[in-house]
């Protein structure tokens, strides 16, 4: 628990320089409307760039994993506006999970986070209220809670998941900032966020633990 407290610790100046930043509300509107209408879009997040659609619609997360050219027995994780949303989609969270939300989750000015330090997702047990091609086979599916501007905005006013997955073809690296994006993935997508094109500032994948049914914790990356 210590080990994770303190990544989430480190996780501060990043975000809070992020959020100083404004996003056009048109740019929002449009990224949501696409969202809506069960499209997929390119945006930014808290950690790197992601393709993302509604996480309960099961042709736009088939799509995405079509764009990523990558087989869907691989999970992908899906972004959430804050903790008290993440029982809307769990059978149960185990109480390891909210001893997690609860220490971790940012207040005011603590939603931040430093340059090269890391988020956290948590993948969680029994998964419901999600795409059944977005879980991975065990039922489980990881979540974070994004307190990033755009994305955290994304999700408020969409008012349910987003998939954020990074922006790359599957085996490829993930793009950490905007210019490092393949065109042609450009292309592929409905709509591409102008939010953050010129941000050189370099992010880092989350670290991922699982918590199974029995509170047993797994780290997959650290």
Same mark, same amino acid.
Request: with cysteine; glycine share 2%; net charge negative.
């Given at each position: 628990m210590r080990v994770f407290l303190c990544i989430w610790k480190k996780w501060t100046t990043f975000v809070r320089r992020l959020n100083?930043?404004?996003y056009d509300k048109t740019d929002l509107q449009q990224a949501l409307k696409v969202l809506r209408e069960g499209g997929v879009i390119l945006y930014p997040t808290d950690t790197v760039w992601g393709i993302g659609c509604d996480a309960t619609n099961e042709a736009a997360v088939a799509r995405v994993y079509e764009i990523k050219r990558r087989v869907d027995s691989k999970a992908m994780l899906v972004l959430l506006d804050g903790a008290g949303t993440v029982q809307g989609y769990m059978e149960k969270v185990p109480e390891t999970a909210w001893?997690?939300?609860?220490t971790t989750e940012p207040q005011?000015?603590?939603? %931040?986070?430093? @340059?090269g330090e890391k988020a956290m997702t948590i993948i969680y047990p029994r998964a419901k209220n999600l795409a059944a091609n977005l879980l991975a086979e065990d039922g489980s599916v990881g979540i974070r809670i994004?307190?990033?501007a755009f994305s955290k905005a994304l999700c408020e006013q969409l008012r349910r998941p987003i998939v954020?997955?990074?922006?790359?073809f599957s085996g490829e690296p993930a793009a950490r900032i905007?210019?490092?994006i393949a065109p042609e993935l450009l292309e592929a997508v409905d709509?591409?966020?102008?939010?953050?094109?010129?941000?050189? %500032?370099v992010? @880092?994948?989350?670290?991922?633990i699982k918590i199974d049914e029995k509170e047993r914790i797994t780290i997959i990356r650290k």
């Open positions: 100083t930043m404004r001893m997690l939300l609860e005011g000015d603590e939603a %931040t986070r430093r @340059q994004t307190t990033e954020s997955t990074s922006a790359n905007f210019s490092e709509y591409v966020c102008h939010y953050r094109r010129e941000d050189k %500032t992010a @880092q994948p989350s670290s991922i």
